[in-house]
């Protein structure tokens, strides 16, 4: 047994079954296991997501024992998605970080999955420099789209959220009306590189506030596409690649608009990106002409800190043992669960 505090690491929201070993803010192992399964249905079944799980979670765990060099008697603490995300895929990760901590007769820690994306900034190797507090994050993925205001290093404030779907969902549902798979959001941001972003335009949601909305947004590339498509069936292949460029670039206005309204409500120049959808190109390209433009510090951390991976959890989990915050085997996995 080693005198370090090795600590496991389990995600387990949505689609990846992921496990990580950190040791002082530094990963010593990052494992993923992505589920195709899912590629032919256009979107994540919960039911095929959760098999999966239990199918990935002992492999996964154990490479990640592996590549980090230790046993698992090294482990002082298992930390662990509790939520948001899928409850199938969610109570296979904690079922199975309860069993473990027991066994070993170690603490259990409970993360939540959007406060590891965004302290997912505060890994040893996710960034040259690390925020300062406070600074704002702009956070999103799949499932979520806020701007968050982050105090503390678990003190953090929702600024503004989505009212309806989220940022990463506009991109998946454009690509589903372009008939391209699925996930579509990397496809729609390669094409985007070779068309013409300002060819189409697309209804932009006129929001109060610092909320998002990207369901009329969704709702005006359907008609557009369908109104195009009635006068010539070959619209789409004739024009996909200024047709990803136009749906990039009004999302990706949506964000900024947002997140440089609440840089000037607040005074915080300092901004980070966090969640699956930060990986696209155009959002960290404008978030780092927002240094120039508007006097901003960008945070950008590496692209397998963005998406959902365990590392992101390792650091919370990290962060939570150092200040004795352990949870017990009563704690219920939750599908939502506010930051």
Known sequence: MSDKNYILAIESSCDDTGAAIILDNCILSNVVASQKVHEEYGGVVPELASRAHQQNIVPVVDQALKQAKITKEDLKAVSYTRGPGLMGSLLVGGSFAKSFSQSLDIPLIEVNHMQGHILANFIDDANDVKPTFPFLCLTVSGGH????????????????????DAAGEAFDKAGKILNLP???????????????????????????????SFSGFKTSILYFIQKEVKANPNFIEENLDDLCASIQRSIVDILMAKIKQASDETGIKQIA???????????????????????????????????????????????????????????????KYHI
């Open 182 to 212: 699925y996930p579509a959001g990397p496809i729609i941001d390669k094409k985007s590189k070779i068309g013409d972003p300002t060819k189409f335009k697309f209804a932009k949601p006129k929001i109060d506030g610092l909320n998002f």
């Open 273 to 335: 990106i966090a969640g699956g959808v930060s990986a696209n190109s155009e959002i960290r390209a404008r978030l780092k002409e927002g240094e120039e433009k508007f006097g901003w510090k960008a945070f950008i951390p590496k692209f397998e800190y963005t998406t959902d991976n365990a590392a992101m959890i390792a650091i919370v989990g990290q962060l939570k043992y150092e200040r004795q915050l352990f949870t017990d085997l009563s704690a219920k996995s939750v599908a």
């Open 145 to 164: 789209t806020q701007i968050v205001k982050i105090n503390d290093y678990l003190d953090m404030e929702i600024l503004g959220e989505t009212i309806d």
